[in-house]
């Protein structure tokens, strides 16, 4: 990212989302959170006209698939068994961040000249190095609808996120529940206080130092306790809240003189994105606070229309959240294989549409809410 104009990136990018921002994006180089060590080696690339970027794509060469929350192990084992090679393959995403968002950029009213020179400049260097797949993760709509309309296999998947319908403070959204949920997330909230548990949310200007080590411990705490490769670092994340203040909102619980637990958000001009947790002391209901509660709460007061929360969690639904349809774009270099997966596609395909029908009577609403 450190050969690309910060400033050219940045005017790229749409809504301010900041884990698109060069920033961003280059801080995860700068502290190591991407290269050799972990898989995730930077492959971005950059389109200029007479010297000014007019198109870019945040793009990597793989040789592991961690972190990127559309699994594939199943197709990585089918080209171990055929004795192929799945590893190198490109993906174009925000490493480990399901969230979704830009991942084909271009000059505002030129897409349809510039995405396809992004598109076959992946293709090329997939052909390039060897990789057996590009892979376009959570892409905006438009990049969706682009890439599947040059053929790229689609995969389907569901998050739970969270919609302002212009909600002037939490009661108001609570009102628009069923009264078995408004008075579950009600018990749960007071539980928390009962403990004798305070919140704070801070931004890059507000946090101290002391905050952000704190932050820090908890999310090394989470990672080797459940997820076990913690990729993320102090550095990471006091450099982005130092040059992405506003972007950042830290969500601290402090007892009796201590700080307990913490959780980390990010916010574009329109969402709220989700991203850790950790604690050193459990609190019923403290979990679902910190990290879904606090972020409604700054959304009704920051005028944010929508909260994705991160990936997966049915328990989400309960406390406000939707089911939303989430894609992925697909390239298959080896024609032996494409056939194949277009098949398992379509088939995943199905059994998401499924699941999303069966989840629809447990959507907490008194009445039906536009996504």
Same mark, same amino acid.
């Given at each position: ?16 989302n ?35 970027l ?32 799945? =590893? ?19 000059l ?6 510039l ?22 993760? =959570? ?9 599947? *309309?040059?053929?790229l ?14 909600y002037?403070?939490f009661?108001? =959204?609570l009102?628009?529940l ?16 009962d ?6 949310r ?12 704190q &932050?820090?411990? =908890? ?10 490769t913690?990729? &993320? ?10 040059r ?15 700080c ?20 050193d002391?459990?609190v019923? *209901? ?5 990290c ?20 997966? *969690? ?54 039906a809410?536009?996504?």
């Open positions: 990212m450190s050969e690309i104009p910060a400033g050219a990136w940045n005017g790229l990018v749409r809504d301010n900041p884990l698109l921002r060069h920033e961003f994006l280059d801080a995860m180089e700068r502290h190591g959170c991407v290269g050799e060590r972990f898989g995730w080696l930077p492959r971005h690339i950059a389109v200029y006209r007479d010297g000014v007019v198109a870019a794509m945040p793009l990597y060469e793989k040789y592991n698939s961690y972190g990127e929350f559309v699994f594939d192990n199943a197709w990585a084992d089918a080209y171990h068994r055929a004795g192929l090679a799945y =590893f190198p393959k490109l993906v174009s995403a925000v490493p480990y961040t399901p969230a979704s968002g830009q991942r084909l950029l271009a505002p009213g030129e897409e349809a000249q995405y396809p020179v992004l598109l076959e400049t992946a293709l090329q260097l997939a052909e390039r190095i060897g990789a057996s797949s590009f892979h376009c993760l =959570f892409p905006s709509t438009d990049g969706f609808e682009f890439l599947a *309309g040059k053929g296999l689609t995969r389907h998947d569901v998050q739970f996120h969270w919609h302002n319908h212009n002037r403070d009661d108001q =959204f009102a628009t069923v009264a078995k949920k408004r008075k579950n997330i009600r018990q749960e909230r007071k539980r928390v206080v403990a004798g548990v305070t919140l704070r801070l931004n890059g200007r507000t946090a101290s130092d002391a905050d952000w080590r &932050f820090t411990h =908890f999310y090394n705490k989470t990672f080797s306790e459940k997820w076990g913690a990729t &993320f670092n102090y550095g990471f994340f006091r450099e982005v809240a130092d992405l203040p506003e972007r950042v909102l830290l969500v601290l619980a402090d007892r009796a003189g201590e307990i637990a913490g959780s980390l958000m990010y916010q574009s001009d329109s969402t709220l994105y989700g991203r850790h947790w950790g604690t002391r459990r019923d *209901g403290l979990h679902f606070e910190a879904y509660y606090q972020g409604i709460e700054h959304c009704i007061e920051q005028g944010l229309g929508c909260f994705e929360p991160g990936a997966q *969690g049915e328990h989400k639904l309960s406390r406000g959240f939707v089911p939303t349809l989430t894609r992925s774009s697909h390239w298959i270099r080896d024609d032996g294989f494409r056939e194949p997966i277009a098949r398992y596609t379509e088939h995943e395909q199905a059994a998401i549409a499924n699941y999303l029908e069966q989840l629809q009577p447990s959507i907490p609403y008194r009445e809410v536009p996504g």
